[in-house]
């Protein structure tokens, strides 16, 4: 064989060995050990045997494009599981009084701000009418690494604060960590899987939401786990 031959064939081999590469990177297989998530909810269950209160919690590692934005949001879960979130509202007049009758646990003007200065108050969840906006940045610095700042762009900041306080009391919220993980508890194990299913279906097309490009690229693995069970990784998510 001629050296021109055994470069062509060296060259030719190349070129199939990239484009199985390619091919498998464009379709790749689930890790042996995940498992379908019907199976994980039913192997999280029986390590929770007993105590129905446990928390589900859900593990999105996420594969964010150059200049993604932050991975968050929130949404209204169809099986609620947290039924004492304390949203605090910054309101005056007519607002706070609308703020009240949804079911703000606190309500107040600039005698409020003080009192969260001075960690005088616990709360979850933090709204501001657009007037007490100016005021709220006063604290900028203490609720914003907390991740409770309320600004526009994620809807805390309103003037239709009835609503609002509503939507926050039902709602789910989530953040991606440093590594673009989103950590968020989706259930109790205590809720039939079929429940936990539609909870889970729910948060995933919310985190899916945050994709900048393609949404079938931007989650690279999910793991499903509870208070006292392991981290297991899913299939089918």
């Known amino acids: 064989m001629s050296a021109l031959s055994r470069f062509t064939l060296s060259r030719s081999s190349a070129a199939v060995h990239l484009l199985q590469r390619g091919y498998a990177s464009k379709h790749r297989l689930p890790h042996p050990n995940s498992v379908p998530l019907d199976r994980a909810i039913a192997i999280l269950k029986a390590y ?8 589900v919690e ?35 007049g007519e607002k706070a009084k609308e703020a009240l009758a949804a079911g703000a646990d606190f309500v107040g003007g600039a005698e409020l701000v003080d009192k969260v200065r001075d960690n005088q108050v616990v709360f979850d969840k933090c709204l501001s009418t657009p007037d007490m906006l100016p005021r709220v940045a006063k604290i900028a610095r203490m609720l ?13 900041v309103t003037a239709d604060i009835g609503d609002a306080v509503k939507f926050s009391k039902n709602s789910q919220d989530f953040r991606a ?6 950590h968020t508890g989706v259930a109790k194990i205590g809720f039939t899987t079929d429940e936990i299913l539609k909870n889970i279906g729910i948060v995933m097309d919310s985190v899916r939401a945050n994709a900048k490009g393609s949404k079938a690229k931007f989650i690279s693995r999910v793991y499903l786990s509870s208070t006292r069970g392991p981290g297991i990784q899913i299939a089918d998510a």
């Open 58 to 92: 859900l593990h999105v590692h996420c594969a964010p494009e150059k200049g993604q934005p932050p991975i968050r949001g929130s949404c209204v879960l169809p099986h609620s599981f947290k039924s004492n979130i304390k949203v605090l509202v910054f309101a005056e």
């Open 177 to 182: 960590d440093k590594a673009n993980i989103v």
């Open 144 to 156: 914003g690494p907390k991740g409770l700042m309320p600004t526009v762009n994620k809807g805390t």
């Open 48 to 55: 929770e045997v007993g105590q129905p209160a446990q928390t």
